[in-house]
């Protein structure tokens, strides 16, 4: 660990006990998800329904983690895939940098693969034709359909080292199901990020007439989970930096 690194690390330890912090974090939350705040970002020409802070912690895991196929449950716009692809790319290319070579971009070999029950043809065909659309992949059907499960599993046999993301569905048994269908894919020392668990800590009116809410939600999900399954943890240092996300407790570290 270098000086700099220690001295975030410090911080981050700070941070964890700091309620001040916290609080300015819980608030921001109830003020800008109201306004549709997340829904304002563009990554790479592509709506991505995600809080900055979110995207960023995607960057420094990815970067760290190095995975090879990136498992999405949900992908409205596509910005997400976007974005996962286009990290996947730099990964790639760095690579290709170090080994004195080059990559043919048109055979890719680190790919995202995105489910969603609902790929709509206008952003289905605006993924297909976006400039990361050879690294990425798309299943229509529902995330825990047993026929959908097993196409991912297939998809994600040999592939290296694996990331998922679940960001569909946000219920809790839904959640629930995603994580004992997808979490074990993941590869020791790879993350599985549950997005949306902040709707725990946000007032219940603020669900609307959402079939999710505070007591059934992907954090509800999460702590029921986790006890069953303890090579996993959530990374806290994450939720420390962070302070404004999505995904509060939503970091699971596969340990190892």
Not at 152 to 162: L, N, Q, S
Not at 192 to 213: H, K, Q, S
């Amino acid at each position: 660990m270098t000086p700099f690194e220690k001295e975030v690390a410090d911080r981050l330890a700070a941070a964890q006990t700091d309620k001040g912090l916290r609080a300015a974090g819980q608030a921001f939350a109830e003020a800008t998800i109201p306004a549709q705040y997340s829904y304002n970002f563009f990554w790479a020409g592509r709506p991505i329904i995600q809080y900055p802070q979110d995207m960023v912690a995607l960057q420094e895991i990815v970067w760290a983690t190095r995975p090879d196929l990136i498992i999405e449950t949900g992908i409205a716009h596509g910005g997400s895939l976007i974005l996962s692809a286009s990290l996947l790319a730099m990964l790639d290319y760095c690579d290709a940098a170090e080994a004195g070579g080059v990559i043919d971009p048109r055979q890719p070999r680190r790919k995202v693969l995105g489910i969603d029950i609902d790929i709509r043809p206008h952003n289905r065909a605006a993924i297909e034709a976006h400039p990361m659309a050879s690294r990425i992949e798309m299943i229509e059907g529902s995330a825990i359909a047993p026929d959908i499960v097993a196409q991912v599993r297939a998809r994600a046999e040999g592939a290296g080292r694996v990331m998922v993301c679940l960001d569909s569905n946000h219920t809790h048994d839904h959640v629930l199901a995603e994580l004992e269908a997808y979490a074990e894919l993941v590869t020791p020392g790879c993350y599985c990020i549950v997005f949306d668990t902040v709707v725990e800590d946000l007032p219940a009116e603020m669900a609307g007439d959402r079939p999710w809410g505070p007591g059934d939600n992907p954090k509800t999900a999460v702590h029921h989970w986790l006890p069953g399954n303890p090579d996993f943890e959530i990374d806290r240092s994450m939720d420390a930096k962070l302070l404004v996300s999505v995904a509060p407790d939503g970091y699971l570290r596969r340990k190892g």
